[in-house]
Nanobody, 128 residues
């Protein structure tokens, strides 16, 4: 059994940055694709970013965060990260990390249903 736990959320002003972390425990997630999703009140869960397992060579981003967010991983720490720059009010949401055995190259990698491990989420609030 494995678990994921997010940290690093908080309240910031427009244009500021935050770095979210996702710590894995109970098993190694080094071979898993690690993804980030977010969910705002009243909205569906939205794909944010994903990084491939192993060396993390492949990444993919949602259109709304492309160029502002960067996903990374550190397998020695069994962790993944999401650097969020130039934050906007529309980035306000609960952010979740997730792990999938599927590869980044498959079209459904943005579908939360293919992720088998989820963290409890961390709140990010951006105010103007």
């Amino acid at each position: 059994q494995g678990q994921l736990a997010e940290a690093g959320g908080g309240s910031v002003q427009v244009g500021e940055s935050l770095r979210l972390s996702c710590a894995g425990s109970g098993r190694s997630f080094s071979g898993y694709s690690m993804g980030w999703f977010r969910q705002a009140p009243g909205k569906e869960r939205e794909f944010v970013a994903v990084i491939s397992g192993g060396n993390g060579r492949n990444t993919y981003y949602g259109d709304s965060v492309k160029g502002r967010f960067t996903i990374s991983r550190d397998n020695t720490e069994n962790a993944a990260y999401l650097q969020m720059n130039s934050l906007r009010p529309e980035d306000t949401a609960v952010y979740y990390c997730a792990a999938s055995t599927s590869g980044v190259g498959i079209p459904v990698i943005t579908n939360p249903r293919i992720y088998s491990y989820w963290g409890p989420g961390t709140q990010v609030s951006v105010s103007s």
